[in-house]
């Protein structure tokens, strides 16, 4: 947990150094999500992510020196520095840039995983953004038609890129489940084993009907949507900080946390030299290399 | 298009041929598309049968043609092999985002080389009164597409090697068909018509010529005009070369890709040399096209040959036949092109 916020705070530090090129989208205050659903996801299962990945990477493979080299280009990178921060795949994790896009591939995912793996699921991250794309109905369609094992989990994190949710968003994502037949869960509390108490038994009933379910988190959205681009005002920053799960985490468990967090500045202060020492990536040669 | 039939082997019933054989083949091929399951079998009849054979692995889908070609790729990540039919090529805009922003990346986007083998099919082009959205020939939009081969159905290749190819190559595809050809005849042994043979000088491309000896003993020698073109455009191209012979007395050979991107003319040059004209003619719009694409790619290797280009108006189809006739290629076009 502490791991992703001092990783994504790094790379936001690194942009700044000018030691980081392009784009990146942290997820700062969303961390707790895939913390949560790392219990409650299997080796086998799939998990597809987007744009703001990072963070579901790190809580699926808990190995930021392949992610931060990913995204510095350097050796040792997770996908030779082709992919960067939004389009990686390693065994059965994958992200892509294009909001909605994975919703319709982990549908088919999931038919294949429903037939060589009975009981694994697909589950796709996506935010409240994404909704604003027709794949994501037509893939929900499917889904509930044909009984396709899907978890969406939704980060309704209020805010896309700039845009508010009320400006971009008529009904709820929980209106637009039903319309489908889709099981929804609602999550607004931020206390990890409150988040798994709730979705254990909903993920249970998904592994054994195959009937796809939508879990929306109220969240918030602490840093810029990439970097530099936060045009909300402080007072409402600051009022998002004080139901961050760090700020409650903190109060909760002084002691704990301050040790977790030293270790966690430790390691990605590691990783950070680590990968900077490191030479570039060659983005291989995917051609030439077998499958 | 697949009644019980006599006489040559239709394209069509090769294609679903090919597509029964192909599912026999291989129990991971799934099939996807609209209206595919009998006893209606595809707006084109192409997928009769397919469903009654194999119901497991043939799931007729709602009208989602972005949504259908991200399934068939995720179903492709995950190890299965697909071939999608879009009802209408037209209709392959409303998935260019798959095909071009996930399926066709994905082989090489993730820093090494991840096998996607995924076929989609597109009926297409005019000629059947179905009006501007039903009769478009969009090949040149999927031109240039990393890692997307572009193939198009033809009656001098057997379309079980070309689908099969297409997925053993475990890259995205699209093969577009045109429509009137469903209903044409297979050439087979060599033999296109009283006057012309046809044989693969170059893998994959077929080239017709006419038979000097009668007995298939001579190759036609060095042709003064070639035309390259597309399935579709076969029997065109082939009526333009009949007229050119019989009223000008000027030979034409006839060069047909099944593979129309990637495209290598290298291996063509040989044959090409001795034309005066070469003819690259193809039913889409003109400009930003598959001919000027291998035009230039002749012109790499032979510069100062003349290259023409033939393509339908730079207009939509109109669906009354008398207008639609004046903006799509016949083989008058074609002739005048060449002389």
């Known amino acids: 947990l502490l791991l992703i916020r001092r990783f994504e705070e790094t790379l936001l530090r690194l942009f700044d150094e000018g030691l980081l090129q392009g784009t990146t989208h942290t997820c700062l205050g969303q961390e707790y999500i895939p913390v949560a659903l790392r219990t409650l996801l299997r080796p086998e299962d799939f998990v597809f992510s987007g744009h703001r990945g990072h963070g579901h990477y790190l809580a699926r493979f808990e190995d930021p020196e392949s992610l931060l080299a990913e995204i510095m280009g350097r050796e040792g990178a997770v996908c030779g520095g082709v992919g960067g921060s939004q389009h990686i795949l390693r065994d059965r994790y994958l992200s892509t840039g294009v909001q909605g896009e994975s919703l319709p591939v982990a549908v088919g995912a999931g038919l294949t995983l429903k037939r060589t793996d009975p009981g694994a699921v697909c589950c796709v991250y996506i935010g409240d953004g994404s909704w604003g794309e027709g794949a994501v109905y037509e893939a929900l369609n499917m889904a509930c038609l044909w009984d396709v094992p899907l978890v969406v989990v939704v980060e309704h994190n209020g805010i896309a890129q700039s845009t508010p949710t009320h400006v971009q968003m008529a009904g709820s994502v929980e209106g637009r489940a039903a319309a489908f037949g889709a099981d929804h869960h609602r999550v607004t509390t931020v206390d990890i084993n409150r988040v798994r108490a709730e979705l254990a038994p909903l993920f249970s009933l998904v592994r054994r009907t195959a009937r796809p379910l939508v879990v929306e988190f109220a969240t918030r959205r602490l840093g810029p949507h990439s970097r530099g681009d936060d045009t909300r005002p402080a007072e409402e920053l600051e009022r998002l900080r004080e139901r961050d799960w760090a700020t409650l985490y903190t109060e909760a468990f002084p002691d704990l946390f301050a040790r977790a967090d030293e270790s966690a500045r430790r390691t990605v202060g590691e990783v950070v030299a680590w990968v900077r020492a490191a030479r570039p990536s060659t983005g291989e040669e995917p051609r030439e290399a077998v499958c | ?339």
């Open chain 2, 1 to 339: 298009v697949l009644d019980a039939e006599t006489g040559p082997e239709r394209v069509g019933r090769n294609l679903n041929r090919a597509l029964h054989r192909l599912l026999d083949e291989d129990p991971r091929l799934h099939v996807l598309g609209e209206d595919i399951v009998d006893p209606y079998g595809g707006a084109f009849g192409v997928t009769q049968g397919l469903s009654t054979r194999y119901p497991d692995r043939v799931r007729p889908t709602p009208l989602s043609e972005g949504a259908i070609v991200g399934v068939a790729a995720g179903m492709a990540l995950a190890g299965d092999r697909v071939i999608v039919e879009i009802m209408f090529g037209d209709f392959a805009a409303l998935a260019f985002d798959q095909l071009v922003n996930f399926a066709s990346k994905s082989v090489s986007m993730y820093g090494r080389r991840v096998p996607v083998p995924l076929l989609v099919r597109c009926p297409t082009g005019g000629r059947r009164g179905y009006g501007p959205t039903h009769s478009q020939s969009l090949q040149k939009h999927f031109l240039g597409v990393p890692n997307l081969a572009i193939h198009e159905l033809s009656p001098y290749h057997d379309c079980h090697d070309v689908l099969r190819a297409a997925l053993d190559r475990a890259e995205p595809a699209m093969i577009f068909e045109d429509k009137l050809l469903y209903t044409r005849p297979m050439y087979v042994e060599g033999v296109v018509d009283d006057l012309f043979r046809y044989d693969f000088p170059v893998p994959g491309v077929a080239r017709s010529f006419v038979d000097g000896g009668g007995d298939g003993s001579m190759d036609g020698g060095d042709p003064e005009c070639v035309v390259i073109a597309p399935g579709g455009m076969a029997h065109r191209a082939l009526a333009a070369a009949r007229s050119m012979l019989l009223e000008d007395e000027i030979t034409c050979h006839v060069l047909v890709p099944s593979q129309l991107y990637p495209f290598d003319v290298a291996p063509l040059v040989p044959r090409l040399r001795s034309a005066r004209t070469i003819c690259v003619a193809e039913d889409g719009t003109p400009g930003g096209s598959w001919g000027s694409e291998v035009a230039t790619r002749i012109h790499e290797h032979l510069p100062g040959m003349p290259v023409r280009l033939v393509a339908a108006e730079d207009a939509v189809v109109p669906t009354a036949a008398h207008l639609e006739r004046h903006v799509l290629v016949d083989e008058s076009t074609i002739v005048e092109a060449l002389r």
